[in-house]
């Protein structure tokens, strides 16, 4: 999956995701691994981390009708409660699964409504990127490359949504600022 143009991110290295190869050994740091590592909900990590809710921005939800594989796409910022950008998300979900569980998050982060609707899930993390994104880096005030992912949640072993997501390096701040 890419990101529109607006959005093209250039990765500079990425690690395919299987069974076989997901130790990393010292290639991320740590701290990046447990973010990016994480088959938990995200936002509810960040929640953890800043102590507030944490809110989406959409920047544009699209469907994409066609005669076979109708579906939805989703772009968003993942934002505190100040407005700090902390991601930036694309999702797409087939028609098929949005229509069925009635959870095409709008206006909330896609893991609290899966914990809202009592949707038992899986994530398949595919791979693991870095790279640069110049969009990005605007938004998240940062001239270096950035960390993403790219996931797939399964519901009763059927695709829910794939999901993209690079993160801003003010995430590495939560760290700091949190009392383990």
Same mark, same amino acid.
């Given at each position: 999956?890419?990101?529109?143009?607006? #959005?093209?991110?250039?990765? /500079?290295?990425? !690690? &395919?995701?299987?069974?076989?190869?997901?130790?990393?050994?010292? /290639?991320?740091?740590?701290?990046?691994?447990?973010?990016? %590592?994480?088959?938990?909900?995200?936002?509810?990590? !960040?929640?953890?981390?800043?102590?507030?809710?944490?809110?989406?921005?959409?920047?544009?939800?699209?469907?994409?009708?066609?005669?076979?594989?109708?579906?939805?796409?989703?772009? /968003?910022?993942?934002?505190?409660?100040?407005?700090?950008? !902390?991601?930036?998300?694309?999702?797409?979900?087939?028609?098929?699964? %949005?229509?069925?569980?009635?959870?095409?998050?709008?206006?909330? &982060?896609?893991?609290?409504?899966?914990?809202?609707?009592? /949707?038992?899930?899986? %994530?398949?993390?595919?791979?693991?990127?870095?790279?640069?994104?110049?969009?990005?880096?605007?938004?998240?005030?940062?001239?270096?490359?950035?960390?993403?992912? %790219? #996931?797939?949640?399964?519901?009763?072993?059927?695709?829910?949504?794939?999901?993209?997501?690079?993160?801003? &390096?003010?995430?590495?701040? !939560?760290?700091?600022?949190?009392?383990?």
């Amino acid at each position: 999956m890419n990101t529109n143009f607006r #959005y093209k991110f250039h990765k /500079v290295f990425f !690690l &395919p995701i299987n069974t076989n190869t997901y130790c990393i050994g010292n /290639v991320i740091p740590i701290v990046w691994e447990l973010i990016l %590592k994480s088959d938990g909900s995200f936002t509810q990590n !960040l929640n953890s981390l800043t102590g507030q809710l944490i809110q989406v921005e959409i920047l544009s939800l699209y469907n994409n009708i066609k005669a076979e594989n109708d579906y939805t796409i989703r772009e /968003v910022w993942i934002k505190d409660q100040q407005g700090n950008k !902390l991601a930036f998300a694309k999702s797409i979900w087939p028609y098929n699964m %949005k229509t069925n569980l009635f959870i095409l998050p709008t206006d909330q &982060p896609i893991g609290q409504s899966l914990i809202q609707f009592k /949707v038992d899930i899986h %994530k398949d993390i595919h791979e693991l990127f870095y790279g640069y994104c110049q969009c990005l880096e605007k938004h998240f005030n940062y001239n270096e490359p950035m960390w993403g992912r %790219k #996931y797939t949640l399964y519901h009763e072993h059927k695709q829910l949504a794939t999901v993209q997501e690079i993160f801003s &390096p003010q995430i590495l701040k !939560l760290f700091h600022s949190t009392t383990l």
